[in-house]
């Protein structure tokens, strides 16, 4: 008796399964294939606009940096119509793109935030110009310089943030890291680099591109 009510109920379902459409299994992690939506990738999104975007476009609005240090005569906010960008539209943090060429006096790499120290050519001022190394890389100048970046395109502040750390990550693979920063020390190199003001004193550039000269 058991047997034929548990053949019953086999079969009921089979029916139902069968007028309700088949029913389709999709592995964890591929649900967007069922859906139509896709886990946001930061590393995917930086990799896609970097080469074809960021860069040419970092490469052409770069200002040179002894003489963008000698047209703000001190006062680094001054410049922020003529060449700066503000994260906020018309407010919040202002970013420049800057490139120069410069000895390396030192490079430290003990703090996580490592960063090398640059004598600019041709520029006499008191500031200190020093370039990111990593492996930390503080603020998001070079996210927040790019024109084709807006908060509004994502989907919220942490997906933002993701796309600024994964810009520091791709520098660090392609541009400079604590162990490359070595080599530098006591050579003249080129940059292009990115960075935020805090202060009239020290200018703490992301760099985009480095060369030895």
Known sequence: MKKKIISLLLATALVMTTMSGCIKVVKIGEEGKLTGKTEFNAGDNVAEFWDSQALPELEETAVDLGDFLTEAKGDLTSLA??????????????????????TVESVDTESKAGTMTVKLDGYDGSEEIKLQVGSVFKGSAVRDSLSFIKYGDYTNQQEYAQVSKSIHDLIQETVVSPDTA???????????GCFTVSDNTTLLITPVELKEE
């Open 81 to 102: 119509d003529k060449y700066g960008k503000y994260s906020m539209g018309t407010s919040g943090d202002l970013s420049y793109v800057v490139k120069g060429t410069g």
């Open 182 to 192: 070595k080599d530098y020390e006591g050579k003249t190199v080129s940059f292009v």
